[in-house]
């Protein structure tokens, strides 16, 4: 791309790849990914007063509150390291919070919305074999990426493990949520002319050279 200065939010459901493809995008233009999904589980681990109450919301793959979000982004988008742009994953996950986003977005370019379009029955089964590491936050999948050693990061050595919202019975919460609550996004960023529709089936690779042409067909 002509310009590193990006402002990227990646949308799609649990298990679509944002993360994955955040991760490219990262190194591809050397701007910060920022998760809001790991910055909560950062909070949980350190068990502070956000990591205590959003983890009850989390088990049960209900969101947090959008003012609670809206405030973690804000004060993580003034760090300097986001001078040039970040590439947003898992957030914005809700209207109100697309709409606090866009009153945060002072001087930088105009944001694209990226979307990784991916059937529901296959993200289900992508989560149900995803494994996460505790350390460096690489995510696996057992069947199509696994560890060379079971239970153990490639990148880190640590040590791999299913996020609890990864279990069964809380995806099902978590795919009603996304769709009552982060689909409506699609349709708010079309509005805005600023959506990609990328399809996300096929392996990181492929969908990353899809997310690719899309951002260079509207530079
Ligand atoms: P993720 O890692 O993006 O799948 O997020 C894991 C969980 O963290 C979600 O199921 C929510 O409970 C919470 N979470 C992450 N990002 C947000 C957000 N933008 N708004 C509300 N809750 C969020």
Redesign the pocket.
């Known amino acids: 791309m002509g310009s590193n200065r990006s402002h990227l939010v990646l949308l799609g459901p649990?298990g679509a790849g944002?993360?994955t493809q955040a991760g490219l995008l990262r190194k591809e233009l050397g701007i910060p990914h920022i998760?809001?999904?790991?910055i909560?589980?950062d909070e949980v681990q350190r068990g502070s007063e956000l990591g205590i109450k959003?983890k009850q919301?989390?088990d049960r793959?209900?969101?947090?509150?959008?003012d609670v979000?809206v405030g973690i982004v804000r004060e993580r988008i003034a760090a300097p390291d986001c001078k040039e742009g970040f590439i947003l994953?898992?957030?914005?996950?809700?209207l109100p919070?697309a709409v606090g986003l866009e009153k945060l977005d002072g001087d930088l370019p105009p944001l694209v919305a990226v979307s990784l379009d991916v059937p529901l029955d296959e993200v289900v089964h992508r989560l149900g074999q995803r494994r996460t590491c505790r350390g460096c936050k690489t995510m696996y999948h057992l069947t199509l990426n696994p560890p060379e050693t079971e239970g153990v990061c490639d990148r880190c050595g640590g040590d791999l493990y299913q996020r609890e919202?990864d279990k069964k019975d809380v995806i099902q919460a978590?795919l009603k949520?996304y769709q009552r609550e982060t689909e409506p996004l699609l349709g708010f960023y079309r509005e805005r002319g600023a959506l990609v529709e990328v399809d996300g089936t096929g392996s990181a690779a492929e969908v990353f050279r899809r997310v690719l042409a899309g951002l260079e067909a509207r530079a």
Do not use: N
């Open positions: 649990p944002k993360g998760s809001t999904g790991d909560l589980r959003a919301l989390m793959g209900q969101l947090v509150p959008d979000m994953d898992g957030f914005p996950r809700s919070q919202d978590r949520v």
